[in-house]
């Protein structure tokens, strides 16, 4: 009953905020990914507008993915006192949330480059990193390594850590994609490509609030022992 209470709590400060990120950040990934398509169709060849909209792509990935998880860590550190206005907080650590979270990408891509499992294993391992930089002291005062401190929660609660994962990263988007991906595009139909960004936003708040009771949890055993 707790979660829930929370998770309503958390609804309720981020939802619209969220809401609004989401459905611009589908429907630009949508666009742009029509844009590719249409320029790799092109018989003319059109290698140019090709690396154009690629390169937006890659930067949309960056930056939807770094303000979506920021904003909804905001709302959650406000139920811990870690948190007072939105904007104090994303101009405190929106920028080294995008350091830390493209130092564990880079460090994924190499261990993908190896095999597949490995770079899978390094994107489990670094999930929980925006919460250390937002949400651990030891980490403002340079006393830990976000990617490092990740790692060691996570592989002291890998099964669920790994549980979210499956269901919230694998599992459900795919079926959503399989079943409503043509519905996604707001300016076709744009009440169904609301709703299922709603239900997008919902799903990320509840798999954000499980990894950050996970890590909650670790931080309050250290502090019992130190």
Known sequence: ?????????VFKKVFLPLFVLVVLSSNIDQYLNLHIESALRDPNGAQQQVYLWGFLSIISSI???????TVALYALNTLVGFADGLESFLGKNLNQ????????WGKTLLWSLLFILPGVWKYIEYSLVP???????????????????????????????????VLFHLFLPVLLSGLFDSYRLVWKTPLASLVLSALDTYLL???????????RSEVRKHDAHV
Request: charged share 20%; no cysteine.
């Open 1 to 9: 009953m707790k979660f829930f209470a929370e998770n309503l709590q």
């Open 97 to 104: 949330v995008a350091i830390e979270t493209l130092r564990s």
């Open 63 to 69: 930056v939807f993915p770094v303000l979506l998880m």
């Open 205 to 215: 708040l509840v798999s954000t609030h499980i990894l950050f009771n996970i890590f």
């Open 131 to 165: 919460l250390v930089v937002t949400t651990s002291k030891r980490y403002d005062e340079g006393k830990e390594d976000a990617l490092q401190k990740s790692s060691q929660i996570v592989r002291r609660n890998f099964g669920k850590v790994f549980g979210v994962f």
